[in-house]
């Protein structure tokens, strides 16, 4: 992924960590731009619609860090990075919860920083890569659950689907392996990049939003099943109970 004019904001009120941040990723040739606030960030979102967030959870002012997420969701699907010193994991689930892509606990290596930051930047740009691909459309046998790549485009019954460019990217890989086991491992790396293989809590976080959002009964689900201890396999054959 090119970093030459992508655009990150980075939300935080610590001005030692706003200069590392800055001149780490200006030298990578990032375009990047700071907001102070919750309050800041909503404003500089729709006013430079940065292509990656960098969030801190705990922020001046009325709006914290997921008060940022949920706001910011509700109109783009901007990829968000939480940058935060929490390392608890109630505190990453909620925040992968509300939309954020990935969490990074400081302190954290320049080297970890920009691996994440490419792997974010990758992710969200899967609408270039997928028309390099061979399949354009994607649907389970009794076309319930239906995908365009190159439109982005997924449907549930007549249902349109809101779905992150995370979200999106885990149920084309899916789709695209129906009827095969995924492992954890090979999952995180096709979706989040090589950099992840142990991150299991972001997978049960995002296939509990895809099972939300696709599947008619979320706590029966037909469609993307668990392999207990293993992963997650798409059946395109809803006909079959489930296991």
């Known amino acids: 992924m090119k970093a030459r004019g992508k655009r ?17 990723l200006t030298v990578s040739g990032y375009d990047v731009f700071i907001a102070d606030t919750g309050e800041d960030a909503i404003e500089m979102v729709h006013l430079h619609k940065p292509d990656l967030i960098l969030l801190d959870l705990s922020l001046p002012g009325e709006l914290d860090g997921l008060d940022v997420c949920r706001q910011v969701r509700h109109w783009t699907q901007t990829p ?24 990074l606990t400081k302190p954290f290596s320049n080297d970890e920083l920009q691996a994440r930051v490419r ?51 885990l149920l084309r890989q899916l789709m695209m392996h129906a009827g095969k086991v995924l492992t954890h491992r090979s ?23 895809l099972r939300l959002k696709i599947e008619i009964e979320p706590s029966r689900p037909r469609y993307i099943l668990t392999e207990p201890g293993i992963g997650y396999v798409f059946r395109a054959d809803s006909t079959m109970e489930p296991a």
């Open 187 to 209: 999952l995180l790396r096709a979706v989040w990049g090589p950099e992840y293989g142990e991150e299991a809590d972001y997978l049960r976080v995002y296939v509990r939003q």
């Open 8 to 24: 990150i904001l980075i939300v935080d009120d610590e001005p030692p960590i706003q200069r590392m941040l800055r001149r780490n």
């Open 80 to 103: 968000i990075i939480v940058v935060s010193a929490r390392s608890e994991d109630s505190q990453k689930v909620e925040a992968l919860d509300l939309g954020a892509d990935d969490y």
């Open 119 to 169: 792997a974010c930047l990758r992710r969200a740009n899967a609408t270039e890569t997928a028309g390099e691909q061979l399949l354009e459309i994607l649907h389970s046998d009794d076309g319930y659950v239906f995908m365009n790549i190159m439109r982005r485009q997924v449907r549930a019954g007549d249902q349109d689907v809101r779905l992150t460019p995370t979200e999106f990217e």
